[in-house]
């Protein structure tokens, strides 16, 4: 390096060069395969700098990339002239004549797709697209290197677009459960280059799902290699790779790393989805107590395949470690799962749990299902379940220390101003007591800021739900005046409508509006109230606390075509998702029928009930 500036010296310079030129050689010579020619590659990237190394290997491959191009303009003006005298419909197949083996896998393309409903709702290229690439691995169970570099460059002469075409098959992949192929795919784009930011996210959610739904075939070095790609890309992409990161650190078994991002995720939804993948991998790395540490300060709710995955960890802990030890795990387990937001246990999880209490040989356990009674008790042991209650003294204590500490507080403006406070309280006065009562500037922005008329139509179709899906009568939307001046009739004929100033706190005013309504009312909302339940003290701010749970309903997306059960996730139902009756080692699950469709967690009746049949152990 020359001492007067940053300018390289020839020797260096030619040093680099000849290394480059020896590499290059010997890709030519090798069909590009870098195995063969690693020791190059070393000298290469020693002998030069790195943005010379980035700046020749783009060089290289745009030089191949013109060549190859060239050679298939011949080739493909020859075949055409060939087809020209055959009755070959050639829409679909007019970029893919490459190789020698064209012909070959032409006809397989020909072959009829199969099962590909949901990919297929596209436009006409995209759907040409898929269609192909589904065609192509239908045919070809196992792809080698070779083959993935034939098939993938076909592609990119109808798209020039590498990110769109991996992200097409790995879809395609993951939505067939082509799991093997998929992590052979990924392992193939290590060699040529995973650098795309999209398509590296695409990748790891399709090994994400090979995790939960292929275990079998899921390969952790895969795993190591893009966290990997993911810590380097993450310089040069901030904060676009945190969810990602996260995942691939559960699948890898590094707890520790990514329970210290947890703060970092910052969206409840994506919460909730990463806490399923956390579970399971815990499960199945023996590293429960990394999720039994964990201080959940949002809603929670766990996939249907955790209490599968939890059910098989608690048969191994029985056979390996004894009876003590599982029934130690299962008890945390019972408080976790009790702790979530909604009812997930299902007629499979009720099955392998049956044969979990099974495999005991000390302990003898009886398992039955049966129903929750009308007076609350199960039907099998008629003892009474747990419930979520609060008696009307406590509620009222809470509903008077509320008004008193978050809307007035120490200074009567300081949530509102007297006068508008004044006129709600008219308001209210005016009305019956409400069902429910809608935070409409929160729901108003799910899906982020637009506009007045989309902001309402959100409130309108989210409304709509809970009066004719619901059968929620009388219901409350208080919004801000700048967007709700907007609500057309329609909104107003199925909810009254209450519009605060955009200088007030309107979450303190849905708050009030639902608990002088009476105990029955709900609110709906993603705000999780901190800001205003830590304003109390207790006894109250337990109350609060058994309140919120009781009676707020969650709404994860409120666009048209959203399904309800994204759009509404109603409460917990009376009784406890899972309880434990410590005096006689006692457990009942709730549990979802198979043939039951769309039943929301108020209306759960089915239980299976677990009793110790011997007192000694």
């Known amino acids: 390096m020359s001492k007067a500036s940053d300018v390289p010296l020839l020797d260096e310079r030619k040093k680099c060069w000849t290394a480059r030129d020896q590499f290059f050689a010997c890709l030519d010579a090798n069909k590009d395969d870098e195995k063969l020619c690693k020791s190059l590659k070393d000298v290469f990237e020693a002998s030069c700098r790195r943005t010379w190394v980035e700046h020749f290997n783009r060089k290289y491959r745009f030089e191949k990339y013109k060549k190859e191009m060239e050679t ?3 080739r493909r003006r020859m075949f055409v002239l060939a087809l020209r005298r055959l009755v070959v419909d050639l829409r679909w197949f007019r970029r893919f004549e490459i190789e020698k083996q064209f012909t070959g896998r032409l006809l397989k393309f020909c072959s009829t797709s199969t099962g590909m409903d949901q990919v297929l709702r596209m436009d006409s290229k995209s759907k040409a697209l898929y269609q192909t690439i589904h065609s192509y691995i239908v045919h070809n169970d196992i792809v080698s290197n070779d083959d993935w570099y034939c098939f993938r460059r076909m592609l990119l002469e109808s798209l020039d677009k590498q990110n769109t075409v991996d992200c097409a098959v790995f879809k395609v992949l993951e939505e067939n459960c082509y799991f093997e192929l998929g992590i052979s795919y990924i392992s193939y784009l290590f ?6 930011p999209v398509t590296i996210k695409q990748a790891v959610h399709l090994l994400e799902q090979c995790f939960l739904k292929d275990f079998e075939h899921f390969h952790s070095g895969v795993a190591i290699q893009l966290l990997e790609h993911i810590l380097v890309m993450e310089k040069s992409f901030p904060n676009f790779f945190t969810y990602q990161k996260a995942i691939v650190l559960c699948m890898c078994g590094h ?16 919460k909730r989805r990463l806490i399923s993948t956390l579970f399971i991998a815990a499960c199945r790395y023996n590293n429960t107590a990394s999720i039994w540490s964990m201080r959940m300060k949002s809603p929670y709710t766990l996939s249907a395949s955790c209490h599968m995955e939890m059910s098989k960890y608690l048969k191994e802990q029985l056979q390996q470690n004894g009876e003590w030890r599982s029934l130690r795990e299962l008890a945390r387990y019972v ?3 009790g702790e979530s937001q909604s009812c997930t246990f299902d007629e499979s999880a009720v099955e392998a749990f049956k044969s979990y209490f099974a495999s005991f040989s000390e302990i003898k356990w ?3 299902c049966g129903i929750v009674t009308d007076n609350g008790c199960c039907s099998c042991c008629n003892s009474p379940l747990k419930q979520l209650t609060l008696s009307d003294e406590d509620f009222n204590s809470m509903k008077d220390e509320l008004v008193k500490r978050i809307v007035i507080g120490d200074s009567v403006y300081r949530q509102t101003s007297p006068e508008e406070y004044y006129r709600f309280r008219q308001f209210l006065n005016r009305n019956d007591p409400f069902d429910v009562v809608v935070d409409g500037c929160n729901v108003a922005y799910l899906g982020g800021p637009t506009s007045n008329d989309v902001y309402i139509r959100r409130i309108t179709r989210l409304v709509r739900l809970l009066r004719f899906e619901l059968k929620f009568r009388n219901i409350l939307v208080i919004g801000r005046d700048h967007f709700m001046r907007f609500a057309p009739d329609s909104l107003r004929t199925v909810a009254k409508l209450f519009s605060v100033s955009n200088e007030t706190t309107d979450d303190a005013f849905v ?11 709900y609110i709906v909302s993603n705000d999780q109230l901190n800001t205003h339940c830590h304003k109390l003290y207790r006894p109250e701010l337990d109350y609060f606390l058994l309140w919120r749970r009781m009676r707020q309903i969650f709404s994860e997306q409120a666009e048209p075509n959203a399904p309800r059960h994204r759009t509404l996730q109603i409460p917990k139902p009376l009784c406890s998702n899972v309880d434990r009756s410590y005096e006689d080692d006692r457990y009942h699950f709730l549990y979802v029928p198979t043939e039951t469709n769309g039943v929301d967690d108020r209306h759960l009746r089915n239980v299976m009930c677990i009793q110790k049949l011997t007192s000694d152990y």
Do not use: E
């Not at 707890?255 to 994506?270: A, E, I, K, N």
């Not at 009030?512 to 309504?517: E, H, L, M, T």
């Open 191 to 196: 060699d040529t280059g995973l650098d795309n």
């Open 255 to 270: 707890f520790r790393q990514c329970l210290s991002m947890w703060s970092s995720v910052l969206d409840c939804p994506t």
């Open 335 to 337: 408080i976790f799962y």
């Open 72 to 74: 298939v303009g011949k």
């Open 511 to 521: 708050i009030v509006a639902a608990v002088i309504s009476g105990k029955h009312c």
């Open 366 to 368: 009886s398992v039955d």
